[in-house]
């Protein structure tokens, strides 16, 4: 005799109880690790950092720019990839001296302390100041490599630009932007924004930070 096993329409075939499985979201954020680092930092000292941040990048650039473009004057092109170098080295004291003073009365707040911070702020920019020059140099021989390979474009790009422009300015386009001086310039663009972040941290925890009360 054989068994009818046909599940009739109105035969309920769902369980009662269905088994909870759990939905995992966002699996691919470590929460924990996103949140021990937000939890460092208050979000309005790092938007004061951000600001302060964004007018050191920009005045940063402009000097190492500006002894780049002096610089450039006396030394062959060829030997842009150590310009470079150069024009950072020499910016870099300025740059860090006026990062200092924004970082100390604007984000940080401290007080006193003036050479002792002064020195760790040398400290905190020092440790990633190798890793940049070689990055500098290296960054600038490649974008002048790429410039030298697209230098018929670049020159009729530029040669449109100039007819629109006139006086000091076009001296000056026609100065920066040589196909292998402009390498340079990028390059230092580049280098200066990445250690925005990098520094933060650094001032945070090393040049600014303030002894636990017992």
Known sequence: MSIDTTVTPTQDIHPAHPPVVPIPQDPFIP????????????????????????????????????????????????????????????????????????????????????????????????????PGLLLLSGLTKLLQTLFHAHSAALHADLATAATHMQGSALHTLQEVSNGRAAAGYIAGALVQGFTMIFSFVGHKKVTFRQKESA
Request: hydrophobic share 50%.
């Open 31 to 130: 929460k924990r690790r996103l949140a021990r680092l937000v939890q460092r930092f208050s979000g309005a000292q790092f938007f004061r950092y951000l600001c302060v941040g964004g007018f050191n990048t920009v005045f940063g650039y402009c000097s190492f720019a500006i002894i780049l473009f002096l610089l450039n004057a006396a030394v062959p092109s060829k030997l842009l990839y150590l310009t470079v170098v150069l024009a950072s080295l020499l910016s870099t004291p300025i740059n860090i001296t006026i990062a200092y003073f924004g970082y100390k009365f604007f984000v940080f707040r401290t007080r006193g302390n003036y050479l002792a911070e002064w020195f760790r702020c040398f400290g905190v920019y020092g440790v990633g100041m190798l």
